[in-house]
């Protein structure tokens, strides 16, 4: 039987990775992000390389919305497999000192509500059938403090920290949960930041379901980088 993903936040970088990655194995995919004619434009690349593919546009912040193009998805192309959620950052970044409510908030209902509104959409089917995965991108901010990246880093940090507890509990119902952590630009031709690699690298995680947690990129390099930041702002 053909399995299927849902990319939530598809955009031409990580998400056609993922989506590349999962098609060349044969999955069918569905794509959700906000735009129609963008999204077009991805599923005809998808089907340039022999992979179903299909548009569900919806506002990943609208959880009615998010949650029709879900069932819509389910419609289309069946029950979802694997459920990948990567929206891209959008909204002003906040320093520390200058994180309001409304400026976490607004990242809070992008990353972390519509991660949890996706999540349980796609969960009854999963638990029906004992088996089903979840990936939920975070960036390096979720792990590592950066005061340049606060209102980002809360959303992060709590969206990781919900992954982590999802594979957890869901483990034993045969729910494969883990989080891509993002610790670099993401650059066709960046090595295991290129898009294609890190969708590989998802596909792995899919296939082996060993670990909750896949990190892309150095998170040494980019601690030393937050530490050289404070310095300077004490001088």
Sequence with gaps: MVKTLVVVGAGPGLGMGVARAFGRHGFQVGLIARTRDKLDVLVGELDELGVT??????????????????TAAKERLGAVDVLEYSPSPS??????????VDSVMAQVDLHVLGAVTAVRHVLPDMRGRGDG??????????TIPAPFLANV??????LR?????????LKPQGIHVGTVTIASGIVPGGGEADPDAIG???????RQRDRV????????AFRALVAQHSAGARE
């Design 153 to 158: 880093g809360l959303a992060m940090a709590g």
């Design 133 to 142: 995965t979840v990936l939920l991108t975070t960036g390096v901010s979720s």
């Design 213 to 220: 947690e896949e990190v892309i990129g150095d998170l040494e």
């Design 53 to 70: 593919a299909a548009a569900f546009p919806a506002d990943i912040r609208d959880r009615d919305a998010l949650g029709g193009a879900l």
């Design 200 to 206: 590989a690298r998802c596909h792995d995680m899919y």
């Design 161 to 169: 920290n919900w992954a982590h507890g999802l594979h957890a509990e």
């Design 91 to 100: 909204g002003p970044i906040t320093h520390a000192a200058d994180t309001t």
